[in-house]
């Protein structure tokens, strides 16, 4: 397995994947891949990184856009989605694509969030922060990882492709 950055002919295999990895998951809202799209369009994507197979098939995918904190750029990127084929996982897949990605932001960002599954993230240092919050899901799935500098506060907002 191999973890490298998005090249061009990926554009069209993503969607594919991000598709394929959420339609059985529970939680899934159906607009993942079109976020994905979205977001490439309007160039909101920070770092985009593709797990590729022996076989040079891609078979997870982790994306990381920019978020804003109580309206204003304070150089925070915020996780998802992150994909992994369902024949793929409990493999590492996912998080060897989260501990490739965070490592490739770390040094240009100053932290970043994530809505999901805390005993997932939290082996990365994500954890739940009261402080910074991003409205609607349960609390306790919205994490924060600091790179540098303190914890901010206030509400998080997402680029507009995620609706």
Do not use: N
């Amino acid at each position: 397995m191999t973890i490298r950055g998005e090249q061009g002919m990926d554009q069209l295999r993503i969607p594919r994947i991000i598709s394929g990895a959420f339609a059985d998951a529970p939680h899934a809202s159906g607009r993942e891949a079109a976020i994905y799209g979205k977001l490439v369009a309007a160039r909101e994507t920070e770092a985009s990184l593709v797990a590729v197979a022996s076989f040079k098939r891609i078979v997870g995918h982790v994306l990381f856009s920019e978020v804003r904190i109580d309206g204003e750029h304070r150089r925070w990127l915020g996780l998802g989605p992150l994909s992994v084929l369902p024949k793929w996982r409990r493999q590492g897949i996912g998080g060897a694509l989260v501990a490739h990605g965070l490592e490739a932001v770390r040094r240009d960002w100053d932290g970043c969030v994530v809505l999901g599954d805390p005993a997932f993230y939290g082996r990365f240092g994500f954890e739940h922060d009261p402080a910074l919050v991003y409205p609607g899901p349960p609390p306790e799935f919205f994490q924060r990882i600091v790179f540098r500098g303190p914890a901010p506060q206030g509400t998080v907002t997402y680029p507009s492709a995620f609706g």
